[in-house]
Structure formats: structure tokens, C-alpha cells
């Protein structure tokens, strides 16, 4: 008979896990602090010197043009990018990649995890206590606006246009594209399970569960409900959800 005695209690198992990744953390911060020098002195100026953004050394900052707001009090670490991943990924072979060339405002404090992407051309808008917990892609070239209280899972992707441009053959000296870029609007308290694809001119109400796997080809203006399936329907209405 198997003797489980010097096995954990779970207890003690995440009481361990916590330890080891504020420490985790803390030598994260310590290693980025360069990076994070430069990123708050380029877009605060002197005002920077609080460190109110935090970057992870693993952090490719691929264009550092246009601007970011916060529309808060500053304070230290209140927006962290590209720090550690979960555990079921390789953290030593991904990086948090930085692209703006338009307009990023932050409410509050927000997170957004290690191997991440952040494209923006256009204003994009990200709401306080905004979680992306692990790979994702946010890629704004008009207008993305993220409520308060956003959780975003592994593998998740907001795209407000494309990337081609597609005209109209039969009209082509004209120019005029087929494919215009539609903002997305999500409202307070969502929560977008894994491998959710949220595509253009979606608007998403409050306190929203969207299932894993769902491709958001419309839009949901009700809340407390749960939407999932392709194509997307509501499962369940009368919701509420927490971390």
C-alpha cells in the first residue's frame, strides 16, 4: 500500500507555488529595469521617473512611436508587459513584443503577460484591472476598447481589420476598399476563455463569458451571459462569474 504521507497538501503546494513566483517576479523586475527606464522616459518624459510601466527584460520593443496615456494617479508597477508566462510554457524562448505607432490608454493597472503581442496604429483603449494571463494578440489598427475587469486566457486574438486590402474588381480604378477596419468594443467584466478569435466591429455587453474556441464573428450587447460555438450563440443567460 502506497504511503502518501510525504506527499503535499495542497495548501502547502500553492503556499510554495506563491513564493516562487513573487520571486520569480522580483528578479524579473530587477532584470528589466533598464528596459523600463527607457520605455517610461520615452513616452512620460521626466514624469517616468515613477516607473509607472514595468518591462520585462524579455520585451522586443519593435517600434516605440506614437503615444500611451494613463488616466490615473502614477504609480510604481501599477501596468506590467511581458512578464512571466504560466508554467506550462517556455518562458527562456518567448518575448512580449511592443509595436505602437498610434495611441495606447491605459485607466489603471493592467497585465499582460510574456510571449504577447501588442500592434497598435490606432487608439486602443485598455480598461483598469485588465489581465491577459498568457500568449495573446491584440492588433489595433482603428479602434479597440477594452472595459474594466478584463481576463484574457491563452492564445486569444483581437483584430479590428485586416492586414490586405480587398477592392472591388469590377471597379478597381476607384480604390475603394472592400475590407474596412470596424472597431471592437468589450464591455466591463469578460472573460475570454483559450483559443477565442474576436474579430471585427464586435461589441461585447457586460459580465460575459466567452467559451473556448469560439470565433466572435458577431456581436453580443447583452450581459451576464455565456457565449460559445461556431458560429457564436449564447449558451446560458443569468450569469456571473469570478477568478
Not at 490615473?72 to 506550462?88: D, V
Not at 480604390?175 to 468589450?186: A, F, G, L, M
Request: some cysteine.
Amino acid at each position: 500500500m502506497m504511503d502518501y504521507s510525504s506527499y503535499e497538501k495542497p495548501e502547502e503546494y500553492w503556499e510554495k507555488k506563491s513564493k516562487k513566483t513573487k520571486l520569480v517576479l522580483i528578479v524579473q523586475v530587477l532584470l528589466g529595469i533598464p528596459k523600463s527606464i527607457l520605455f517610461n522616459l520615452h513616452y512620460f518624459g521626466l514624469k517616468g521617473i515613477k516607473l509607472p510601466v514595468l518591462v520585462s527584460s524579455k520585451t522586443k520593443m519593435r517600434k516605440m512611436k506614437g503615444s500611451i496615456l494613463i488616466n490615473a494617479p502614477y504609480k510604481t508597477g501599477m501596468i506590467k508587459l511581458g512578464f512571466q508566462a504560466p508554467e506550462m510554457y517556455d518562458n527562456s524562448k518567448l518575448s512580449f513584443v511592443w509595436i505602437n505607432d498610434g495611441l495606447v490608454e491605459f485607466e489603471n493597472t493592467a497585465s499582460i503577460r510574456n510571449g504577447s503581442v501588442i500592434r497598435n496604429y490606432g487608439h486602443l483603449i485598455i480598461g483598469n484591472k485588465f489581465h491577459i494571463s498568457a500568449p495573446s494578440r491584440i492588433i489595433c489598427y482603428k479602434h479597440i476598447r477594452f472595459g474594466s475587469n478584463v481576463l484574457i486566457g491563452w492564445d486569444c486574438e483581437f483584430a479590428d481589420g485586416d492586414a490586405h486590402k480587398i477592392y472591388d474588381s469590377t471597379d478597381f480604378d476607384k480604390k475603394e476598399r472592400k475590407n474596412v477596419n470596424k472597431p471592437i468594443i468589450i464591455g466591463d467584466r469578460v472573460w475570454f476563455s483559450a483559443h477565442v478569435k474576436t474579430l471585427k466591429g464586435v461589441i461585447v455587453g457586460n459580465d460575459t463569458v466567452i467559451a473556448e474556441g469560439t470565433v466572435l464573428s458577431k456581436s453580443f450587447k447583452e450581459n451576464n451571459i455565456v457565449v460559445g460555438g461556431n458560429p457564436p450563440k449564447i449558451l446560458k443567460k443569468d450569469i456571473v462569474w469570478e477568478i
